[in-house]
């Protein structure tokens, strides 16, 4: 989405920002880069601001502000390329550098840690209380609970867990204009009130930047069990998750996947995982034996526990490899994830699919051969007459990832009606001067 010439500004080279930069923070906090290290668009170079605390970070924001710039948020940068084109910015903040564990009381079941720790990292640590953030984003290790936070991403156990703002209490923000605030608390139980935390989750840093968290966790369940159904179509499985859906099973992931090679399952066929984590082996016992009378005369497969590890390992790192050209996400009704499988697959035949299909979220997944069949310039309206389909069952569909030129075509985020007024009115409340993110995010903030 381009900015339009009435919201542009000044270009700056990033030689000179990294001068100015350096001149005020010193040579260790700041990076000129090239190539694909925290590359946002399709710009030569970028320059990249490390702050080591919130004091700091609130610093560069009033000096990147003075100076003009305008500024995006990050984490590790593996999640830059989300949203809509970037078409001007001058200087990439990351808080990779502010990863410290501030504060961890297992007997409380909470936590609060700075922006840039990693969250694979942090449950492994709170792993050894047995307890963990019940989140698992998809991505390699490196990610981090701001930006986990910030575009609220959720893997397979958002099926029993959820999102990230169900687990997150409290937040300490950096505002554009170097003024820090803080919402929620650092206990469970906060006061009444507008829940901000909320606010900031899913934000895509387009209204504050995110600096410390503070969650409630889980105790980690002591037996896990994962069991795979097989056929030859996608309607026996989406039939099979309609019973479980009216059983009493409790499944913590629930994914639907079309034949695929890249995953430790049978690449000719069409399967529905159900992952099992409980708190006694009798329980996941009888889930197992539930979901396989459930499943009839299905094939079905229960994994070892080594394969099941496997298997989630790599389900996890092959949704975001750069092996994907295109990566979509189309939403609607679990009872009609039947019925968009079938729209992807008329329109997209080359298609990779994968579903969370308790939730209803349809992952559509593509190389560079996806839409080779069409000329360049119809390329964006077979996707328009995708997201068309999803409107009209009450969803909708999101670009997460596209080559640049289709991004410049439409908005990856798609309308989202009288909405916009009221996101465009927040975006104003926050940040009047357009300075974070700006035109990355829904209805153009």
Request: net charge negative; proline share 4%; charged share 20%.
């Amino acid at each position: 989405m381009e900015i339009s010439s009435a919201e542009a500004i000044a270009y700056i080279a990033p030689e000179q920002v990294a001068y100015r930069l350096t001149q005020a923070f010193g040579p260790e906090r700041a990076q000129h880069a090239i190539g694909s290290h925290y590359r946002v668009s399709d710009e030569d170079a970028r320059v990249i601001a490390y702050p080591q605390s919130i004091e700091e970070l609130s610093e560069m924001l009033k000096f990147a502000t003075a100076e003009g710039w305008r500024i995006v948020p990050a984490g590790a940068g593996t999640w830059l390329e989300m949203g809509n084109h970037i078409a001007q910015f001058h200087l990439i903040v990351s808080t990779a550098r502010m990863n410290h564990v501030l504060e961890y009381e297992p007997a409380d079941l909470t936590c609060t840690v700075e922006a840039g720790v990693a969250l694979r990292a942090f449950n492994e640590q709170a792993a050894e209380h047995n307890q963990f953030i019940p989140l698992d984003p998809f991505g390699d290790a490196r990610g981090t609970l701001g930006a986990t936070v910030a575009t609220a991403s959720a893997g397979p156990l958002r099926c029993h867990y959820g999102t990230p703002r169900d687990w997150l209490i409290g937040a300490r923000v950096a505002h554009v204009d170097g003024t820090i605030t803080k919402a929620g608390g650092k206990v469970v139980k906060n006061v009444a009130g507008y829940d901000l935390c909320k606010l900031y989750a899913g934000s895509y840093g387009t209204l504050a930047v995110l600096a410390e968290l503070s969650f409630k966790m889980r105790a980690l369940p002591v037996s896990e069990r994962t069991l795979v159904f097989y056929a030859n179509a996608a309607e026996p499985l989406c039939a099979l998750s309609a019973r479980v859906m009216d059983s009493d099973l409790q499944p913590a992931a629930w994914e639907l996947l079309s034949p695929q090679a890249d995953l430790p399952v049978d690449e000719e066929k069409y399967a529905l995982v159900l992952r099992f984590w409980n708190e006694e082996a009798e329980t996941a016992d009888w889930q197992i034996n539930e979901a396989k009378r459930l499943g009839g005369e299905l094939p079905h497969t229960v994994l070892s526990e080594a394969d099941s590890a496997e298997f989630w390992r790599a389900y996890h790192a092959s949704e975001t490899t750069k092996d994907w050209t295109f990566s979509l996400r189309a939403t609607a009704l679990p009872s009609d994830v039947g019925a968009t499988l079938a729209d992807v697959q008329r329109l997209m035949p080359a298609a990779v699919l994968r579903a969370h299909a308790a939730n209803g979220v349809v992952r559509i997944l593509g190389g560079e051969d996806m839409l080779d069949e069409l000329r360049s310039r119809f390329r964006y309206k077979l996707l328009v007459e995708l997201r068309e389909a999803m409107q009209t069952r009450g969803g909708q569909m999101l670009i997460v990832r596209a080559p640049f030129e289709l991004k410049n075509q439409l908005d990856v985020w798609g309308e989202v009606g009288a909405n916009a007024a009221l996101l465009r009115g927040i975006k104003e409340q926050y940040d009047p001067q357009h300075r974070l993110n700006y035109g990355r995010f829904v209805a153009g903030i």
